[in-house]
């Protein structure tokens, strides 16, 4: 069985940085899956933030590009979120995806894409 699971949530001042691991079990390998970051604010709908290609492209949400950075490690089933810069608006659960369908070049932002997701980790930003 699939899970992912998420960690390096937390409380930071603005302008502070996090990084979020998202730990994938239950398959041999993701290497051929786009592993994605979402967020959900209070009372917004969930958003894409962020998507790695097995291919190592990446994509990013405009409201976070050159803030945030997403990178994977295949050998070890991770993905990664290096979040700089940070602003209150970035406050949200932060969520892990993978999209096992995807094309090697292929990051879709549309939720219903992926097939996995992970529990969440909360990210606090004080102004």
């Known amino acids: 069985q699939v899970q992912l699971v998420e960690s390096g949530g937390g409380l930071v001042q603005a302008g502070g940085s996090l990084r979020l691991s998202c730990a994938a079990t239950?398959?041999?390998?993701?290497?051929?899956?786009?592993m994605a970051w979402f967020r959900q604010a209070p009372g917004k709908d969930r958003e894409f933030v962020a998507g790695?290609?097995?291919?190592?492209?990446?994509y990013y949400v405009d409201s976070v590009k050159g803030r945030f950075f997403i990178s994977r490690d295949n050998a070890n089933n991770m993905a990664y979120l290096q979040m700089n810069s940070l602003k209150s608006e970035d406050t949200a659960d932060y969520y892990c995806a993978v999209d096992t369908t995807a094309e090697e070049w292929r990051i879709r932002r549309q939720r219903n894409a992926y097939d996995y997701w992970g529990q969440g980790t909360q990210v606090t930003v004080s102004s």
């Open positions: 790695i290609a097995w291919n190592g492209s990446t």
């Open positions: 239950g398959r041999s390998s993701f290497s051929f899956s786009t």
